[in-house]
Structure formats: structure tokens, C-alpha cells
């Protein structure tokens, strides 16, 4: 039981600090100092991306999966909802590329209204 929550918990986070890679730039149109936490995740979150690299999380993640005998993505509202966003099916080269394109577009975008801003 432990080891399943420990699992859901990973997910969660992962799932969360996507969103703050993806959205964060806009997050600090309101909060400005939140610039010195994204800026390290984008980069990160970018080069994950473009070097096909792993997450730190998603080995911690099958780690807690094995301690709690779990061999798939079955049961629970995390599991079902928020893994195929996060390790989508077919997930190429390419499309990692288009993915870091699009993230960086979007966060360009979000910069640029916030320096216009200020």
C-alpha cells in the first residue's frame, strides 16, 4: 500500500512539474520571481527532450512500481488519467523534437509578454 502511493506520488509530481516546464513562463506574469525556478525546469525539460533523455522521476516511479507489485498502468485515477500525457504511446524522435519546439515557442511567447510587461 505504501509503495502504491509512493508510486501515485511520483506520478503526481512528474505530471506536476510538467505543467510548471510547459506553463511556468505564464505562471510569472503573476508571480515574477517564479522566473528563477523555471528558467533551471525549462532548460531541463528541454534537454530531457532533445537528447532523449530520462527524467530522474520516471526510474524512481518503476522503482516504487516494482516494490508495490505493480506491472502496468491498470488501477487508479493517476495512473489512467495522467501517464498517457506524460509517456505517450508512440513517442518518436521527431515528435520529442516538435515537443521541445513547441515548448520553447510557448514559453518564448510567455517571456515575451512578460518583458514587454516590465
Known amino acids: 500500500m505504501l509503495y502504491a502511493l509512493l508510486t501515485n506520488l511520483t506520478v503526481l ?3 506536476l512539474f ?9 505562471l510569472a506574469w503573476r508571480w515574477p520571481q517564479l522566473v528563477w ?5 525549462l532548460a531541463w525539460g528541454l534537454w530531457i527532450e532533445i537528447s532523449h ?18 506491472a502496468g498502468y491498470a488501477h487508479g485515477f493517476i495512473e489512467h ?12 524522435h521527431d515528435t520529442q523534437y516538435l515537443l521541445a519546439a513547441i515548448l520553447a515557442a510557448i514559453n518564448l511567447l510567455a517571456y515575451s509578454v512578460l518583458i514587454k510587461r516590465h
Open 53 to 70: 533523455g530520462i527524467c530522474p522521476l520516471t526510474p524512481l516511479e518503476n522503482h516504487f512500481r516494482g516494490l508495490a507489485g505493480e
Open 37 to 41: 525556478l523555471h528558467i533551471p525546469a
Open 81 to 92: 488519467y495522467l501517464l498517457p500525457i506524460i509517456y505517450p504511446a508512440g513517442l518518436t
Open 13 to 15: 509530481i512528474h505530471g
Open 18 to 26: 510538467i505543467v510548471f516546464v510547459i506553463f511556468g513562463g505564464i
